[in-house]
């Protein structure tokens, strides 16, 4: 544990790493690890002095919160916890995803469909705004404004440094039940059902989320929670955890591999690595089966085009990068499937339901209003986020991006919106239309004034 004393000096580099900066030169987060998919221009501006601010400050066991620095990742924050049989309500699945990149990210875990969003378990947060004020938001009072519009500003008003977070009891293990639909509108029924009644054929579900295979292979896997140790799996070996769903019916994990049983072959991208034929897996360290060294080396093929070069001599066609999260209304989920199915298609697709809370840290929403302002979720309502990563062969007369605006446009069609963190396309309205731009303005101003930060439109669409 870090303690108070450590925070305090961590945060007064920070301050002291923004005084440094010239004022009219743009500020940036110099941070170690990214989950961002967006290529990013190069830019020349000196990053804030984030050290120190990568652990938990404290628990509170009695209170079931934590205080925790910003920049902590999930493993860690993780790893201070669970000693304490407790959890974040929402644990994203990719150990290096930092608390405040969630927060400000969106991240998203199979415990949402009951949990909602990691900023929905936020007691309060600091946040060092653009204009250099260390400030810290509620859901009510001075800077509530900035508490409900931080959820998708992607750093564009400010850095969080330190979040207290509610926690949650946990059990030793997760049974799994994978439960397979060969038709989708009956998938996305079940999920609407489940959802609903956080219970499937007499037995609770405490955690949610899905894998389509195909129209006609589908699975959803239902976990719940118990102290049963026997016959318990482990996906860190030979097999990857999405073809088990495929094999087995039922399974058991402990809380720790189940938190993480996507992070070993990064859902299922490591096969692009060769990591997951056998010949190549016996030799890869297991330590080095990580989503964040998968995700290096997509970054070495984004800064060479290795894979690319060779492609283009063996006369393939070149490929559009195809990374996506997307949230639908469950009940126009099973028709963007089929979409996507027919124009894009790329398997397989990971589905994670999702609710806002009904009630937390930030109140009980009104249903069908938006309570973050950035961000398009209305209360009372199922949305499916559907993950697809990857690429696809760009078609004749087609060039770079097409997809991704083809994909962007039918997820409006189908009443959804998509998470920011990769390529985005969108002009200037249609983004503001969907991302808060009657609210935005004024935070910018607010909080900051001078435009020491990006705007979240140059940052999410323009790269930059
Ligand atoms: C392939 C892929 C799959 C993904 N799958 C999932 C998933 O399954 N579940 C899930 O939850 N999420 C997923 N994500 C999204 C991820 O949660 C978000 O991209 C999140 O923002 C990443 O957090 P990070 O800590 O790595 O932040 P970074 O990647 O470092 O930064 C993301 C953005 O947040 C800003 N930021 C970072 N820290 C702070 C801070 N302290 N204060 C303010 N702004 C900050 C940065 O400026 C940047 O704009 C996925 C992303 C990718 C690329």
């Known amino acids: 544990m870090r303690g108070a004393q450590a925070h305090r000096a961590a945060v007064e580099r920070l301050l002291a790493s923004y005084r440094a900066i010239p004022a009219g030169q743009r500020v940036r987060l110099a941070k170690r690890t990214s989950n961002l998919f967006r290529a990013r221009a190069e830019g020349t501006t000196t990053g804030l002095d984030v050290s120190g601010l990568d652990g938990v400050i404290s628990i509170d066991t009695a209170a079931r919160t934590a205080d925790v620095q910003a920049m902590c990742t999930y493993e860690s924050l993780v790893a201070a916890t669970l000693p304490y049989g407790l959890m974040p309500l929402v644990v994203p699945q990719l150990k290096t995803i930092t608390l405040g990149g969630a927060v400000t990210g969106l991240g998203i875990e199979s415990s949402s469909f009951r949990n909602g969003l990691p900023h929905e378990s936020v007691l309060e947060l600091d946040i060092l705004t653009g204009d250099g004020t260390l400030v810290t938001a509620r859901p009510e009072g001075e800077h509530a404004d900035l508490f409900r519009g931080f959820p998708n500003s992607y750093g564009t008003l ?98 720790h591999d189940y938190l993480w049983r996507w992070d070993t072959d990064w859902f299922w991208c490591s096969a692009a690595f060769g990591a997951q034929n056998p010949k190549v897996r016996r030799y890869w360290p297991a330590r080095l089966r990580r989503s964040d060294v998968f995700h290096r080396l997509v970054g070495v093929e984004m800064k060479y085009g290795v894979v690319a070069k060779v492609d283009q001599w063996r006369g393939k066609p070149a490929r559009e990068r195809v990374i996506q999260d997307v949230e639908l209304p469950v009940t126009r989920t099973a028709e963007f499937l089929r979409w996507y199915l027919d124009h894009v298609p ?26 973050w302002s950035l961000y398009p979720l209305r209360a009372g309502q199922t949305y499916v986020n559907a993950g697809f990563w ?37 002009d200037e309205e249609t983004f503001w239309a969907a991302y808060g731009g009657q609210n935005y303005p004024a935070l910018k101003q607010r909080y900051d004034g001078d435009g020491r930060l990006l705007d979240l439109y140059a940052k999410a669409v323009g790269r930059r």
């Open 346 to 371: 790329m398997t397989p697709v990971w589905l994670c339901p999702l609710r806002l809370r009904e009630s937390g840290p930030a109140g009980t929403p009104e249903a069908g209003s938006q309570p």
């Open 158 to 255: 400010g850095y969080a440094t330190r979040l207290r977070i509610e926690l949650e009891p946990v059990q030793p293990a997760v049974a799994l039940r994978h439960v397979r639909f060969s038709d989708l509108d009956e998938l996305t029924a079940a999920i609407g059902t489940i959802s609903a009644a956080r219970e499937w054929e007499g037995t609770g579900v405490d955690f949610l989320d899905g894998v389509v295979f195909s129209a006609s292979e589908a699975y959803l896997t239902l976990g719940s929670w118990t102290d049963d140790l026997s016959g318990l799996s482990d996906y860190t070996g030979p097999e990857p955890f999405y073809r088990s769903i495929q094999r087995r019916t039922t399974d058991k994990l402990t809380i």
């Open 390 to 426: 990857g690429t696809v062969a760009i078609e004749p007369g087609k060039a770079e991006g097409d997809k991704n605006r083809e994909i962007e446009a039918a997820v409006a069609g189908f009443d959804g919106h998509k998470s920011l963190y990769s390529d985005a396309y969108y």
